[in-house]
């Protein structure tokens, strides 16, 4: 079955970087892109963007576009999400999820989340 | 960015009670919207995509319908399992955004 595994949680200070990992199995990584939603404590959902696993097209939310890279490792069936310079509201569980769609190929997808990882607690305090 | 607006966000209902979940849009979508459960602690799991589309393993007390910038999610008869937030999401025009949520409890 789907599997989405990600790195554990973090503890960061204001300023610093934080690298997520998110590992998949259960299906062919390249041939679905992959999101990362995020969740701040109590909160609602929050799209930051998406990467193509097969040839590394990333889309982005504006509001992280300064802030956010997104990556993959096919020998690994990997991907990642780094945040930098963060913030104490950047505080969230951050999800990966496998994205999914009509029109969604392995270079561009316009879809929804079937897949999700378990999250990852990133905590921004000095 | 397309503002997605849940209502209501609380609901209190009933082991049995059919409820109802609306959804609606700044704008017009088209058929790109999807329903997301969350447990507590929990990643949020798929229900329904396309409007109307049940996700595979998903119970058929859910349905979903609306079109253009309206959308409602429908439980037939809640289940005690079914008391959870729920989430709008539409994957119109990027960036895909999500409802606010709507928690549902027990009355």
């Known amino acids: 079955q789907v599997q989405l595994v990600q790195s554990g949680g973090e503890v960061k200070k204001p300023g610093a970087s934080v690298k997520v990992s998110c590992r998949a199995s259960?299906?062919?990584?390249?041939?679905?892109?992959i999101s990362w939603v995020r969740q701040a404590p109590g909160q609602g959902l929050e799209w930051m963007g998406w990467?193509?696993?097969?040839?590394?097209?990333?889309r982005f939310a504006q509001k992280f576009q300064d802030r956010v890279n997104m990556t993959r490792d096919t020998s690994t069936n990997t991907a990642y999400m780094e945040l930098r310079s963060l913030r104490p509201d950047d505080t969230a569980v951050y999800y990966c999820?496998?994205?999914?769609?009509?029109?969604?190929?392995?270079?561009?997808?316009?879809?929804?989340?079937?897949?999700w990882g378990q999250g990852t607690l990133v905590t921004v305090s000095s | 960015d397309i503002q997605m607006t849940q209502s209501p966000s609380t609901l209190s209902a009933s082991v049995g009670d059919r409820i109802t979940i609306t959804c609606r849009a700044s704008?017009?979508?088209?058929?790109?919207v999807a329903w997301y459960q969350q447990k507590p602690g929990k990643a949020p799991k798929l229900l329904i995509y396309?409007?109307?589309t049940l996700e595979r393993g998903v119970s058929s007390r859910f349905s979903g319908g609306g079109s253009g910038a309206e959308f409602n999610l429908t439980i037939s008869s809640l289940q005690p399992d079914d008391f959870a937030p729920y989430y709008c999401?539409?994957?119109?025009?990027?960036?895909?955004?999500f409802g606010q949520g709507t928690e549902v409890e027990i009355k």
């Open positions: 259960g299906y062919t990584f390249t041939s679905y892109g």
């Open positions: 396309d409007v109307s």
């Open positions: 990467i193509s696993t097969y040839n590394e097209n990333i």
């Open positions: 999820v496998r994205e999914r769609g009509t029109y969604c190929d392995r270079i561009s997808c316009q879809g929804y989340f079937d897949d």
């Open positions: 704008q017009s979508i088209g058929a790109w």
């Open positions: 999401q539409q994957y119109d025009t990027f960036p895909w955004t």
